[in-house]
């Protein structure tokens, strides 16, 4: 089964910057929105960033809004998210998938992201 890998993460001090990127299969990309989520331990994934089909639309969580820049490779099938001026609150497990999901939605294993104050 093909899925969505994640990568980028790792252990940045606070203040600092990361870039994640995601390949998606190219039956789930095309025509899609696409956004990055994080999940902290033992909560619900929340949605971070979001990037139309086309690129036209980006959407931010008010959390990371003028932090954080996502956008797309239609060319690649990949999705990138630019982190900028990071918190210790935006350590997490971040995905990349469509939006938006379902229940149904396949996940991969996703990019953990450490930000030490």
């Known amino acids: 089964q093909v899925q969505i890998v994640e990568s980028g993460g790792g252990l940045v001090q606070s203040g600092g910057s990361l870039t994640l990127s995601c390949v998606v299969p190219?039956?789930?990309?095309?025509?899609?929105?696409m956004g990055w989520y994080r999940q902290y331990s033992g909560k619900q994934r929340e949605m971070v960033a979001i990037?139309?089909?086309?690129?036209?639309?980006?959407k931010y969580s008010e959390a990371v809004k003028g932090r954080f820049t996502i956008s797309r490779d239609d060319a690649r099938n990949t999705v990138t998210l630019h982190m900028n001026s990071l918190k210790a609150e935006d350590t997490a497990a971040y995905y990349c998938n469509i939006f938006p999901t379902s229940s149904a939605t396949t996940w991969g294993p996703g990019t953990q992201v450490s930000v030490s104050s």
């Open positions: 990037v139309s089909s086309g690129s036209t639309i980006t």
């Open positions: 190219g039956s789930l990309f095309s025509g899609f929105a």
